[in-house]
């Protein structure tokens, strides 16, 4: 079996070389067998070799006749680089450099990947020549999961919020919801202001329910005492944020010391 599927891939491979070789630059109808092509290459079941070379082929006829089409041409180096022997240096390294070359116009969230990937299979990280593109991918990642990760957090928020105020859910249900957003509401995500401010109100929603509703007095002081803590870290935050900014920051400081004042003084 696995001679006769090498043998129809290199049939297969032959038609389409010859295929693509009468395409002019330019000429839109060679899409169609570009992208077949590459969908035909990555499902067959022959080595990997077999099927890098057949897609440095896809490659080449690509940059041939659309020579400005970096977008498709990084898409299909993608499926390259899933091809290649991790060990394999130079090869890792040559992809590395095509995406570089062909990121013009292109997402960094595309071609900054191929160099990601490559950058991560490195073993000389410290020589790595594209460093500056994997540090900004990075970044790029980075704020991408995290603004996903507040959207997923948002609705669950949402959710808690809308049981809070339903008048079957009892109160240590309402507890044990407030202590869910709280351990939703987090700095990396929200950033400290927003995340502590929140956590302030759900601290107060939740010592009001310990008061009217379970009349535990002791439960509602301990809310209150963490509600005043995150008040504090929510204030320093800002401080923080302005100087940060150059801004002046006295009379703010003097606020948070006045208010926040400690018997140790370790207010900070």
Request: proline share 3%.
């Amino acid at each position: 079996m696995a001679d006769f599927e090498t043998t129809r891939f290199d049939i297969r491979s032959g038609e389409f070389n010859k295929t693509v070789s009468e395409f002019i630059p330019g000429d839109e109808n060679a899409w169609s067998l570009l992208d077949s092509r590459q969908f035909e290459i990555m499902d067959s079941v022959v080595d990997n070799s077999r099927k890098a070379k057949a897609m440095d082929r896809v490659l080449l006829e690509m940059s041939r006749i659309f020579p400005r089409s970096d977008t498709a041409y990084c898409q299909a180096l993608q499926k390259r680089l899933a091809l290649t022997d991790k060990k394999n240096t130079a090869e890792m390294e040559r992809i590395a450099k095509e995406a570089y070359f062909h990121r013009r116009d292109v997402d960094i969230m595309l071609y900054g990947k191929i160099i990601y990937d490559v950058y991560k299979a490195s073993t000389d990280k410290n020589n790595f020549p594209y460093k500056d593109i994997v540090k900004f991918y990075r970044k790029r990642q980075l704020a991408e999961e995290n603004a996903l990760g507040r959207e997923q957090r948002q609705e669950d928020l949402s959710r808690i919020d809308f049981d809070l105020e339903q008048p079957e859910t009892d109160p240590v249900q309402k507890l044990n919801k407030i202590e869910e957003a709280l351990e939703l509401l987090q700095d990396k995500y929200f950033g400290p202001v927003e995340a502590n401010s929140a956590k302030k109100r759900y601290c107060h929603t939740a010592a009001d329910i310990c008061r009217r509703e379970l009349f535990d007095i002791d439960t509602a002081a301990e809310y209150l005492g963490r509600a005043k803590e995150y008040e504090r870290r929510a204030e320093k935050a800002r401080i923080q944020w302005a100087k940060r900014r150059g801004m002046p920051t006295n009379k703010q400081e003097e606020a948070y010391k006045q208010k926040f004042r400690t018997d140790t003084g370790n207010e900070y």
